[in-house]
């Protein structure tokens, strides 16, 4: 799956000379964090995120007053607290690797270009709806952790015996353990007794770590 797929298209943009007051608002009603920044020839220049206004704006022990205060915060320009020079993604990375920079760079979310040009936005949001994809969290079914041999051909063994047994995988998704040689699966299954499974599974040799209706 590739970032085109699960960005936000066309996003929300500011230009360099929005005021922080006008970034904040329209984050707010927009209901998002992050604000790509482009020129007034519309190139991608620099990332607002709401933390970045908030750390600019006036503490709420500040002894001025409130008239004071929005007039501050209306002279602070978008350009006077972005990043500039963004890490950006192609909308063809695969997710996972947009997921690896997000996590390595500690960085909430990416603009998406094609060509040098904005065409979307990928956040950690985006990434969370992924996840519960991967895993079927939103299907019901039975849910499988197994403690398995990294080997060759134990993924086929498994998901061949569920086949056998008719069962119907909702989701599999496979894990790093902290086991030398061991690694952890998870897999939600349909039409299949539980107890029938269970015991299945084990004749293989397989350990079952926990195993619920969920």
Do not use: W
Request: hydrophobic share 40%; aromatic share 4%; glycine share 8%.
């Amino acid at each position: 799956m590739l970032v085109i797929e699960r960005m936000t298209p066309n996003p929300v943009t500011v230009t360099e000379d929005t005021s922080m007051h006008d970034a904040l608002r329209l984050m707010r009603e927009r209901k998002i964090r992050r604000l790509p920044v482009v020129s007034k020839a519309g190139k991608l220049v620099g990332i607002v995120s709401e933390k970045d206004l908030l750390y600019a704006s006036p503490s709420p022990a500040t002894t001025l007053s409130v008239f004071e205060v929005n007039y501050l915060i209306s002279q602070i320009k978008v350009s006077q607290v972005m990043t500039r020079d963004p890490i950006t993604v192609g909308d063809d990375c695969p997710l996972e690797e947009a997921a690896r920079v997000m996590a390595d760079n500690k960085v909430g979310g990416l603009p998406v270009v094609r060509y040098g040009e904005l065409v979307g936005i990928t956040t950690e949001t985006d990434l969370f709806k992924i996840f519960l994809e991967l895993l079927g969290a939103r299907q019901k079914g039975l849910r499988l952790t197994l403690l398995v041999p990294d080997q060759k051909g134990v993924l086929a063994s498994i998901t061949g015996e569920i086949a056998r047994l008719g069962g119907d995988i909702v989701s599999l998704g496979t894990f790093t353990s902290e086991r030398p040689g061991k690694g952890l699966l998870t897999v939600k299954v349909r039409d299949v007794d539980r107890g029938v499974l269970v015991d299945a599974l084990r004749g293989l040799g397989v350990q079952i770590v926990d195993a619920r209706e969920a």
